[in-house]
Each structure stands twice: as structure tokens, then as C-alpha cells.
């Protein structure tokens, strides 16, 4: 058996669910040796404060600082500023916690310093102990923008503000045709041992880093072992509206639904055990299905699950060479 | 004896010693009633933030809001951000509560959005419920900087980094020259019946507003009566380093050396009892003196500060007349 802690991995990552997993695949390979491309489809601008909720997500989850109960925000975080700030009118929708806030302060102060996202990302990572390399999928501008039946909803006004409850009639990922990846996307993909797309929902957290310019044909043209583990898990989303998107859309919940958005360049498919039965549906589209407990329900089972994606895509790629 | 309701009065405040005054001025007269015309030579930006400290001193106090205990910031304030922004490498050496945070959030936001700062200090006091008009002294560039033998130092470095340990050899407002008072400044002088100096630092607080184009010469020429409230009792400064810094400029801190300061202008002084010595060589330089107690150590005996005030002013206006 190989050593996996020797293996580059490039993770593409959305938010909750991606951060999980990924908490788990730095106790499997070092983090020097993980390369994350960051969503930033849901980044938004709140009293003069650039947010990347995304980025934040994957970089306090890692450095062992989110709020475990909400997968979110910092643990044990107070709201005062978040209370003067509705005291001076604003609508405090946006769970902005008082330690989180530091982020968003810092991260404008760099990039009104002239800091690219990326550079102010990697500042950020590095003053927060970690060493792995979170690059957000471009430094250009790119919004996850909903289209709804209450009209046109940013991410975050869909998501947060209005609790997923109006229905999707379309998805946008605005600039994603001018945005050009941030310098080192192409260089984790080219780098990596393994690239693994985390349970994160494809449509809405997965979609914009694929919609930017040239990362889902390099995906198509790569010859390395491209491993997915399913967010959906009987016909539900573990963590957010994939789900309810998907009928929405017309589409079934499904980790076979998942599988279709990823089928032109996925080689291996991690789905959970209670899916047993679409196996044979997804392998029917080309992508080799390895089926095993997907609930990261603690640091082990995360650990594990990243240790069995990772054996997962090796197997695949030396069945394949 | 006059209704003291009725009257107008323009204040020129710096911190502490000013919003304190002013508490007690606003059970006098109703708030519609007072400007106050305050010191922006110790703003600075922190982190990309826009900070007042005097106005915020001021507009907390009135409102209520202020940590009695310190005299500015915020009663029970968290300190969770900065304890973050100190964990980025940030030297926490500005102690910005979280509360108080989204009041310099929201104000460079304002900033940011074409206000000016008297727009949006405007703004601020009317979110709080303010009713006075508090007008920053210019919206240009303004700031006390002091030469001392650790160097040049912005005010808020040397009063609060430096914890006004270094040798003040001289103070500089820069700026003064070209700012133009900010629009409500002179209508507010016009209009006013009573001009009162607040218990401040006169070189460091009431000292950069004086220097602003225009408002010296305006007191000069003003038929108004003009009084002032000594900040230093018995030697001392109440708060603050103006006893320090006025040896430091071989100066004997003293009343008497407030008075000289403003001898071109002022009318009637309020001096402590406890200087009651000092009154017959303050009359000398022809300012009339009016001893009473001075130490505003409970909302009462702020009211009766601001009330003997008034008092003195209309006085010695109606021997004038």
C-alpha cells in the first residue's frame, strides 16, 4: 500500500461540508503537501468589509477555531459589534461574530493595501498557523447570483437572508467567462497526486470554481485520478439546499444527479453506503463508485473518509496505468 | 434671572473633560440647543478605520453609552476583535471594544459612501438618539502631532501607546493652515448666546480647534460672551497630561496659564475654589474669574458646572451691555 502522506492533493472546496472533510485530510497527508481552491461565488461586501464566507469556512474549520455546532464562525464568538451595527440601522442578517469580524477587517485593510484576494488569503492562512495553500479560484470578480421567485438574490441573500425558502429558477455565475483564474490554480492542479472535488454542493459551491475560465477543461484533459465524495446522501443534502435546488430544477436529489454534473472529467466517485443501489447507475456513466461511510460526524470518521478517498483514487489510477 | 433653557450655547470640546461638562449642559438646556464644535486632531485610521476618538467620547457620554469608569469607550465592552486582529499581528495598543467598532465601521463606510465628516457625525448622533448638532471642526485633514525626545508622534501614539511618557518639545497641528472649518462651525458661532471652552486640554484639545482657519479671530472679534472652564485644579489636569506637557513647555501648570492661552478671546473663567488664589492675577490680564466647584465627579455636580457657566456668561454679559 502506498504512503498517502507522501501524495499532493488539490481539493475543490465549497463551504461546511468541504472544510470537514478537508479538517480530516490534513491528520492523512501534511498540510504543506494540500493545495484547497476556494469558492468565492458567495463572497459579498458588507459595510465597507470584504467577506469570503467560503475561505472562512475552510481556514477557521482547519485551524481548529469554527463553531463545531454551526460549522461556521468562530467558536464561542460574541455579537456586540453586530448589535451597534443594527443600532445604526443596518439589518443584521449576516452573522457577522465579533472575533470573525477581525477577518473581514483584515482582509479589506490588505486588499485596500493593494493585496490581491489570493495574497491576503495566503496572509491570513499564514497568521493563523496554517500551512496549507487555500486559493481562492480567482481574484477577479465572480458572484453566485440566484434567480428566483423573489426575484434576483445574491448567495448570501438566498442562502442566509431568506433561509433557501424561495424557489431557484435559475443560477448565474457572474463574470465567470472574464474571470481568470488567481496564479496558483493552475499550478496546484498541475502539481497534485490527486485531485479531489469535496461533498460540497456542485451546483451552487462547486459550479463557480468550474464555470472559471479553463479549470473544468484542464479537468477533462487530465489524466490524474479525479476523486468526488457525494454531498447528497438517500436524497438529501447533508449540510444546505442541494437538494431542494435540485427538484427546484427539476432534477432528483441524488448522488446520481451528482455524479451527471461531474461526469465529463470524474474518474472515481466516493458515495455513502446507504446509496449501495445508484452504484450501478453511476458506473453506467463511467465513474468508478467506492461505496463507505460518508457522515463525518467526528475528526476519526472525517480522517477516515479522507484516508478512504484518497486509496480510492490511487487504486483507480493504477488500475488505470 | 434668565430662563437658562432658552439660551443657546456652542461649545469647543476635546474629550473626557468635555463630555462630562457637556452631560450636565444637556439637563440645562435642551439638546436642540447646544453645538458643539469638536477636536479632530487626534483622529487616525486603524486597520483601514476611520477614528474619532473626541467625538465618539462625547457622543457616547451623551448618549449614555460611555465607560464611566474609563470616560470613553464603551460600558462593558467585549474586546474579542481586537484580540483577533492582535492574533494577525496587529499590536493592540488602541483598545477597540467591539461595540465601539461598528461606530468606526459605520463612519468609514459613510466616509466611503461621499459624506463628509460632519455628515456623518451627523449621522452617528442622530442614530443614537443625539439631538445636539456635534460638528467635527474641519472635514480636512487635521491632526496634533507632537515632537518629543522619543520622536515625532501622532497624539493617540503618544497619549496612548506612549502612555504620554515621552518629553513633549513641541506640538504641531498639521494641516491647520489650509482646512477650512467644516460648514456648521461658523453658524454655529453666530448663533449662539453663550460661547462656552470646555474643561479641556487647551493645547491639545481646544488648541487645534483655535487653529483652524477663522475661529480665533472670529472669538477675537465676537461681542459674545466667551467663557471657559479651567482643566487644571490646584497644579494638577483633572485628566490627562496638560499639567505634564505644559512643565515639559516650561510652562507653570496652573489656571492662570489656561487663561493665558486664551487671554485674546475669553471673558469669564471658571476657576476651582480651590484656586481661589489665582484669581486676583487671572483678573489682571482682564479676564473676570468665578470660583466655584469644579470637579464634575457625578451627574449633579456636572449639572451645576454647566449651570454656574451659563450663569457667569449671561452675568458678566449683562455688566458688558
Redesign the interface.
Known amino acids: 500500500m502506498e504512503d498517502l502522506s507522501k501524495l499532493k492533493v488539490t481539493a475543490l472546496a465549497g463551504g461546511v461540508g468541504a472544510a470537514k472533510f478537508l479538517r480530516g485530510l490534513i491528520e492523512v497527508v501534511p498540510q504543506e503537501n494540500v493545495s484547497i481552491i476556494g469558492n468565492v461565488g458567495d463572497d459579498l461586501t458588507l459595510?465597507?468589509?470584504h467577506i469570503s464566507p467560503d475561505l472562512d469556512i475552510v481556514m477557521y474549520t482547519l485551524a481548529d477555531l469554527v463553531c463545531k455546532e454551526k460549522g461556521w464562525g468562530?467558536e464561542e464568538?460574541?455579537f456586540?459589534?453586530?448589535?451597534?451595527?443594527s443600532?445604526?440601522?443596518?439589518d443584521p442578517w449576516f452573522k457577522l461574530?465579533?472575533?470573525?469580524?477581525?477577518?473581514h477587517?483584515?482582509r479589506?485593510?490588505l486588499l485596500?493595501s493593494g493585496l490581491t484576494l489570493s495574497q491576503a488569503t495566503l496572509e491570513?492562512c499564514r497568521?493563523?498557523g496554517l500551512k496549507i495553500r487555500l486559493i481562492p479560484v480567482t481574484d477577479d470578480y465572480l458572484r453566485t447570483v440566484i434567480y428566483s421567485d423573489a426575484g434576483r438574490l445574491t448567495f448570501q441573500e438566498y442562502f442566509v437572508k431568506m433561509k433557501c425558502e424561495p424557489k431557484v429558477l435559475g443560477i448565474v455565475f457572474e463574470g465567470a467567462e472574464e474571470a481568470e483564474p488567481s496564479s496558483g490554480v493552475f499550478e496546484a492542479l498541475e502539481e497534485a497526486d490527486v485531485i479531489v472535488l469535496c461533498p460540497s454542493n456542485p451546483i451552487l459551491s462547486i459550479g463557480p470554481i468550474l464555470a472559471v475560465k479553463g479549470i473544468r477543461s484542464f479537468l477533462r484533459r487530465s489524466l490524474k485520478p479525479i476523486v468526488a465524495i457525494s454531498p447528497i446522501v438517500a436524497g438529501k443534502a447533508l449540510k444546505g439546499p442541494a437538494d431542494k435546488i435540485m427538484l427546484e430544477l427539476g432534477l432528483k436529489p441524488s448522488a446520481l444527479t451528482v455524479a451527471e454534473f461531474y461526469r465529463d472529467f470524474l474518474k472515481v466517485f466516493i458515495v455513502d453506503v446507504r446509496d449501495g443501489n445508484l452504484k450501478f447507475e453511476v458506473e453506467q456513466i463511467g465513474i468508478k463508485v467506492v461505496l463507505t461511510d460518508t457522515i463525518m460526524s467526528s475528526l476519526s470518521k472525517q480522517i477516515t473518509l479522507a484516508r478512504e478517498t484518497l486509496k480510492a483514487a490511487l487504486e483507480i489510477h493504477n488500475i488505470n496505468c
Open positions: 459595510y465597507g468589509l468562530i464568538d460574541s456586540n459589534c453586530l448589535n451597534m451595527l443600532r445604526y440601522g443596518f461574530g465579533d472575533t470573525d469580524l477581525a477577518t477587517i483584515y479589506t485593510y485596500k491570513l497568521k493563523l
